[in-house]
């Protein structure tokens, strides 16, 4: 299982152009496309990055301007992404 940044950097490098999604969830894949940069983080003193997790708010304001309607499977789909 891949995240984000390995798919990132997978792509960069010419590796892998893509990755099987079963069809039942494309929805939550393309929502999670919309809102995948509204992380709360927070900076530790070492220099590292503590991703905390998505910041609803800023989801739920990003999903309304792509036009996505929300419903209670996609969202818990969007938060198990």
Do not use: H, K
Request: no cysteine.
């Amino acid at each position: 299982l891949l995240g984000l940044g390995e798919i990132a950097r997978d792509l960069a490098a010419g590796g892998p152009t893509g990755f099987e999604v079963w069809p039942e969830n494309w929805a939550i894949v393309e929502a999670w496309l919309e809102v995948a940069s509204q992380w709360r983080t927070t900076a530790l003193a070492d220099g590292r990055v503590l991703w905390v997790g998505l910041d609803y708010a800023a989801a739920r304001a990003g999903l309304d301007a792509a036009g996505v309607a929300i419903n209670p499977a996609l969202w818990s789909g969007l938060r198990l992404m």
